[in-house]
Antibody
């Protein structure tokens, strides 16, 4: 069964750091680009970051550029998101999502995890 | 402010046909494919349509999509109570070098 399972969410103070992880199973992980998409309370979906199947190229939304780092370990089928200098506006449910392509060039997120909640508050 | 613009709400009665619009620009919808997602709060979003009008396996043919210029639309025919959800359009933006989503449309089945 194709599955994505996120972990690592929690409560963190403004300016703090958090590392999210996503464990993938049921497909050839290295053959697909992966992404993080978030949904703030009462808001819509917002793309955060993406990484190619090889991990050689990364992409970021302007809102997180310079603060978040996406990475993957194809030997362990895991995707990570290192979040630094967190702000209140980063509070959201963070979804791990598989893209239906090796290099991101569309928005075909065909598999999603259940999400992990990040709350940035003092 | 989302790059792609959707109406915040839509509604219909069971059996009706409803459409949801998505307006973008020349750097996204104008030159790239459009995708549609169905999202029930508390669950994982679901890919409903890809490449403007293609349905993934398991999505009923009651859902259809179209695109013209810098706008796209999702049509749901034979509306059912289980279609009540939030719907999002999305696409790649060449200027932003990443995917962009619409603000979402909350569909209510009356």
């Amino acid at each position: 069964e194709v599955q994505l399972l996120e972990s690592g969410g929690g409560l963190v103070q403004p300016g703090g750091s958090l590392r999210l992880s996503c464990a993938a199973s049921g497909f050839t992980f290295s053959s697909y680009a992966m992404s993080w998409v978030r949904q703030a309370p009462g808001k819509g979906l917002e793309w955060v970051s993406a990484i190619t199947g090889s991990g050689g190229s990364t992409y970021y939304a302007d809102s997180v550029k310079g603060r978040f780092t996406i990475s993957r370990d194809n030997s362990k089928n895991t995707l990570d998101l290192q979040m630094n200098s967190l702000r209140a506006e980063d509070t959201a449910i963070y979804y791990c999502a598989k893209l239906d392509e090796v290099v991101p060039a569309g928005a075909a997120f065909d598999i999603w995890g259940q999400g992990t909640t990040v709350t940035v508050s003092s | 402010q989302s790059v792609l613009t959707q109406p915040p709400s839509a509604s219909g009665t069971p059996g009706q046909r409803v459409t949801i619009s998505c307006s973008g620009g020349h750097s996204n919808i104008g030159i790239n494919y459009v995708y549609w997602y169905q999202h029930l709060p508390g669950t994982a979003p679901k890919l409903l349509l890809y490449r403007n009008n293609q349905r993934p396996s398991g999505v009923p043919d009651r859902f259809s999509g179209s695109k013209s210029g810098t706008s796209a639309s999702l049509a749901i025919s034979g509306l059912r109570s289980e279609d009540e959800a939030d719907y999002y359009c999305a696409g790649w933006d060449n200027s932003l070098r990443g995917p962009v989503f619409g603000g979402g449309t909350k569909l209510t089945v009356l």
